[in-house]
């Protein structure tokens, strides 16, 4: 893809359109050969979300390079079966089926690619004190866990089903908080991202989108294999999506 700056998206929407109509569509009912060709049938997925799914430099598509497949997965039915909302994703993902719809999530999360620097924050100390603080050791007070149990201590996810926070632009990490809270973002129930959105302030949101969006991602930026122990006397938590989050907890799902 050329490097010079990309005209507005209005301009290659049609282009973009048509790709996925040529690419995807046909794709899902030709023989499959994916080695070869998934990045040439993604290409129209990556006018948005980046080279290689690496995240574009405007700062609001997210990254795609590298997450855990089955989040990806459970995202690409969100947006077709319409828990999450994007008219343009939800449209170019209609027509797929739940296997190519895996296959793509699989691609995307097999990719290593570089992260971009972190974002500078461009709030007080004391915010960011707050969003770390709350990333890492929640707030009892407000009922409000610590982001680590589920998403790793790294904060890089955990496979397959938990992404990682680190190495997400600020707007969407804001957006994504504020949408689960106006439940304009869905998960699959137990949706417990849902419930601790839900106990979050505006104020709380700010400061741990800012704290995040901030960190560098560590090198490795895999993510981890399984769930930390979760923190004794600890409320218990269940996730439609993620059955490790149960299962870290001895519960039944
Ligand atoms: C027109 C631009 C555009 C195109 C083209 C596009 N996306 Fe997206 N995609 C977005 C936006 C914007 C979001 C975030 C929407 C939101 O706010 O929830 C998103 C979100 C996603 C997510 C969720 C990521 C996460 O971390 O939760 C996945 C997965 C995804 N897209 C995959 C794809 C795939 C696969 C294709 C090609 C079939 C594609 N997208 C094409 C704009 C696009
Ligand atoms: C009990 C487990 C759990 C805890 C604790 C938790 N999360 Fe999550 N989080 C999840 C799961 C599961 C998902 C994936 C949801 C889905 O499948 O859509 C998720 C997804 C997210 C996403 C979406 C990422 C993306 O790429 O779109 C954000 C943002 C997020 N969590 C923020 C937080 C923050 C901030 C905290 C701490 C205040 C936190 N989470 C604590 C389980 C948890």
Known sequence: MAKSPAPPLTSRLPCLLATLALSLCTAAHAAPKFEDSMAQRTLACTACHGEQGRAAPDGYYPRLAGKPAGYLYHQLLNFRDGRRHYGLMTRMVDPLSDAYLLEIARHFSSLE????????????????????????HGDAQRRIPACVQCHGSALTGVAPDIPGLLGLPRDYLNAQLGAWQTKQRRAHAPDCMAQIAGRMGADDVTAVAAWLSSQPVPDPAKPAAALPAPPPGGETWRCGSAPAVQAAQGVKP
């Open 113 to 136: 690619v570089p992260y971009p620097a972190p974002q500078p924050a461009d709030v007080t100390a004391t915010v960011l004190q707050r969003g770390e603080a709350l990333a890492r």
